[in-house]
Every structure is written in structure tokens, then in C-alpha cells.
């Protein structure tokens, strides 16, 4: 077996065992990428209602592997790390555009009011 059988072996045992295993791998994920537990991200959504922080809305992107819509992803700053709420896939998509500046934002909403 060459190395990259082996490699493309593990990747295959690996999609398997994700796919198997969601709740243990969005605890590896959420610890690894944000240092918080699940039982915390379940707190926060309990809390927000299971909807959006920004838009109030349940997550209407729908995942095309599983069928189901996507979780509410977990917003935080970038520059301190902290966790400030879980956000549906548009607003965390238009806060990164944004790179979570405060002035451009304000200047959208003006824009905005101005049409």
C-alpha cells in the first residue's frame, strides 16, 4: 500500500467516522476552535431561543449531506477570542464581511435609511 492509499484509507475511515459520530465531533470541533464545551453552545442556544442573536431567525441554510439545517454558528471576536452568541449563516457571513467594524457598519445603516 503506498502512502497515498493509506492517506486516501484514512481520510475515507474518517468522513465515516464523522458521519457516525456528529455530537462527538461538534464537541472536538467547538473545543478545539473556540475552547467551549457543548453543553455551552447548548446553554447559549437555550438562551437565544434557538434562534439567530442578529435576525431573530432559525437557521434556514440547509445542509445537503444530511438534509437538515445547519447549526447556528458560534460567533466571537477575533481579536480577544471571547464567544458572543450564535449566529445564523447570513449574519455571520455579513459580520465577517464586514471584518466586525463598528464605523462601516453604521455608515451601511445609514446608507441604508437613506434609499
Known amino acids: 500500500m503506498t502512502v497515498r492509499d493509506s492517506k486516501e484509507k484514512f481520510a475515507d475511515y474518517m ?13 472536538i470541533d467547538l473545543k478545539k476552535k473556540f475552547n467551549i ?7 447559549l442556544l437555550e438562551a437565544q431561543g434557538e434562534v439567530c442573536a442578529l ?9 445537503p449531506r ?3 439545517p445547519f ?4 460567533d466571537h471576536c477575533h481579536k480577544t477570542g471571547k464567544v ?8 455571520n457571513r455579513g459580520l465577517g464581511l ?3 467594524n463598528i464605523d462601516t457598519l453604521i455608515t ?3 446608507y441604508l435609511k437613506e434609499i
Open 37 to 43: 464545551s457543548l453543553e455551552f453552545y447548548y446553554s
Open 15 to 27: 468522513r465515516e467516522y464523522r458521519k457516525k459520530n456528529p455530537q462527538k465531533m461538534k464537541q
Open 84 to 91: 458572543r452568541g450564535l449566529l445564523c449563516m447570513k449574519c
Open 66 to 68: 444530511s438534509g437538515l
Open 108 to 110: 451601511a445603516i445609514n
Open 55 to 63: 435576525c431573530k431567525q432559525r437557521e434556514t441554510k440547509i445542509d
Open 71 to 74: 447549526a447556528l454558528a458560534v
Open 98 to 100: 464586514f471584518e466586525d
